[in-house]
């Protein structure tokens, strides 16, 4: 047989391979699709039944996502961006608080995701947003959003919030604070070590519907007497710490016309945001 009547072959045996996967995966998305559609339909009967509103046609998609661990490494990385390669540890470390000090400036950073850095010999700025997202993409930090504010007395803030894995991290923000165009400081929240994540759960976070219900089923116990959703944002909320890093867990944020709430994607729990 020649060569070219072997992959000829070889070409046809592919062919029919890929139209056998798709005439499997089509069927089977189009039956996730119905389904979806009929969970969307029972949902907002069920809310109508209690007279509350609920904007279903515009339910984000929900992502795959599982209970993590981030690692306490990232905080040399963070470290070195802000103060340089020579950065050192200052002081003696303990499992939960580490700083860093270089002849650029100092940095405190803990587990619990309070960060700290006071910079005495940064370079000038010129444009603030792209130099802040160039620092916080070195630091380790995954921005999800960045704002810009100008003080009456000239200064310039950028507030940035973290996403991780593509959805945002509840639970605070990153200020970074410029002076005579120069970084002056950073403060806030900031999860380090996202560079090294572990995932620690074999279940993965329940979908948006699901997180829609589970509000409806304990809205007697939370005591919510709101009429209306006006917000359904999926993310990750820092739990207890754990190991030797933070521990993360997938969550929906409800927002709602009278409050909003958290509601655990792994165990379904609510509560008040």
Known sequence: ????????????VLTVCALGLLAIAVPNRLSQTHEQRRMLLEL????DGYGLSVALDELPASATLYSVELSDTGIQTAAQALLGAKAAPAGDADRFETSYTSELGTLTAARSGAFS?????????????????????????QVQQLQQEKSADGTIVLTASQSLLGVPI????????????????????????????????EQQSITAADALAQL???????????????????????MDNAGGGVRLVPVWLIG???????VNGITRELTAA
Not at 4 to 11: E, G
Not at 44 to 47: M, P
Not at 256 to 262: R, V
Request: charged share 15%; proline share 1%.
């Open 1 to 12: 047989m020649s060569v070219s009547r072997l992959k000829n072959m070889i070409l046809l």
């Open 44 to 47: 907002k009967t069920l809310y």
């Open 117 to 141: 850095a006071a910079l005495t010999a940064s370079s000038h700025v010129k444009n603030y947003e792209k130099s802040a997202e160039k620092l916080l993409r070195s630091m380790g930090y």
């Open 170 to 201: 509840f639970g605070g923000n990153l200020t970074l604070t410029y002076s005579g165009e120069r970084l002056a400081s950073v403060e806030g929240t900031f999860y380090t070590g996202s560079e090294s994540i572990t995932r620690v759960s």
């Open 216 to 238: 409806l089923a304990g809205r007697d116990a939370l005591g919510w007497v709101g009429s209306s959703v006006t917000e359904l944002t999926q993310g990750y909320l820092p």
């Open 256 to 262: 709602t016309d009278t409050g909003s709430f958290f």
